[in-house]
């Protein structure tokens, strides 16, 4: 009986598309800017709605992380692919005092990174009224540790 091997991924299926977005949050946090911008598309963009801001190629996008203040720390939460061919990842990064969060969305052009949309929120305490005495069913955690 013949032995049966798995075949490497298509470089435009999701598991190498999971793949291209661990390594590219994995070159970000080393700093290694020129493997992080091996991954764009030299077209590529990337949209912060919350703060409205847009950038508009691969330079700028790979520039706009390079010259961030330092003391930051990422951490891959969570890397998924969807049903569109779309990447999706949740990242926490630390800059003591503060944590942030970023929701991604990472749309490919063959094996590049061709479109990111980037949502970003700061962790902060919950307000006062939101507590187990008004709502029952609840429980709070320090969401700035």
Same mark, same amino acid.
């Given at each position: 009986?013949?032995?049966?091997?798995?075949?490497?991924?298509? &470089?435009?299926? #999701? @598991?190498?598309?999971?793949?291209?977005?661990?390594?590219? !949050?994995?070159?970000?946090?080393?700093?290694?800017?020129?493997?992080? =911008?091996?991954?764009?598309? $030299?077209?590529?963009?990337?949209?912060w709605p919350c703060s409205g801001e847009r950038f508009l190629d691969a330079?700028?996008?790979?520039?706009? %992380?390079?010259?961030?203040? @330092?003391?930051?720390?990422?951490?891959?939460?969570?890397? $998924?692919?969807?049903?569109?061919? =779309?990447?999706?990842?949740?990242? @926490?990064?630390?800059?003591?005092?503060?944590? *942030? *969060? &970023? %929701?991604?969305? *990472?749309? *490919? $052009?063959?094996?590049?990174? #061709? @479109?990111?949309?980037?949502?970003?929120?700061?962790?902060?305490?919950?307000?006062? !009224? =939101? %507590?187990?005495?008004?709502?029952? #069913?609840?429980? =709070?955690?320090?969401?700035?540790?």
């Open positions: 009986m013949a032995a049966l091997t798995a075949a490497a991924p298509a &470089a435009h299926d #999701a @598991e190498h598309r999971c793949a291209s977005v661990r390594t590219l !949050w994995a070159h970000l946090q080393a700093r290694d800017w020129a493997a992080a =911008r091996a991954l764009y598309a $030299d077209t590529a963009t990337m949209h330079d700028a996008i790979v520039r706009v %992380n390079a010259i961030y203040p @330092e003391g930051w720390s990422l951490r891959v939460v969570a890397v $998924d692919a969807l049903a569109d061919g =779309r990447v999706r990842s949740v990242v @926490e990064v630390t800059q003591p005092p503060q944590r *942030f *969060f &970023a %929701n991604s969305t *990472f749309r *490919f $052009d063959a094996t590049l990174v #061709a @479109e990111v949309e980037e949502y970003w929120a700061t962790a902060e305490r919950a307000p006062a !009224w =939101r %507590n187990a005495a008004a709502l029952g #069913a609840y429980q =709070r955690m320090d969401a700035t540790a």
